[in-house]
Nanobody, 120 residues
Framework: QVQLVESGGGSVQSGGSLRLSCAASGITYASYCMGWFRQAPGKERERVAHIHSGGWTYYLSSVKGRFTISQDNAKKTVYLQMNSLKPEDTAMYYC??????????????WGQGTQVTVSS
């Protein structure tokens, strides 16, 4: 059974930092692309960042320079370090895993989400 368990969300003031973690189990972790998505109320889900099994990364333009995705293969955990947070970063953040870093379909596996709230 595949499980992706997120942690690290919370409430911070604008300019603050948070680090999200996602522990994976039930998958051959090194073979998967790991990513972070977010969805704010009334908005579509968007891909925030992903990291390919080979280490290549992608970032949403609005988070470049502020967010950093990384992973620890031994711990089967992916992280999202979020700095200089803005109120517009407020959303439910989801961890996801996919065999291909898909761009035109939903990813294979999803976590339950962790809430990030940034106040001005």
């Amino acid at each position: 059974q595949v499980q992706l368990v997120e942690s690290g969300g919370g409430s911070v003031q604008s300019g603050g930092s948070l680090r999200l973690s996602c522990a994976a189990s039930g998958i051959t972790y090194a073979s998967y692309c790991m990513g972070w998505f977010r969805q704010a109320p009334g908005k579509e889900r968007e891909r925030v960042a992903h990291i390919h099994s080979g280490g290549w990364t992608y970032y949403l333009s609005s988070v470049k320079g502020r967010f950093t995705i990384s992973q620890d293969n031994a711990k089967k955990t992916v992280y999202l370090q979020m700095n200089s947070l803005k109120p517009e970063d407020t959303a439910m953040y989801y961890c996801a895993a996919d065999s291909l870093c898909a761009t035109t379909r939903s990813w294979n596996y999803w976590g339950q989400g962790t809430q990030v709230t940034v106040s001005s």
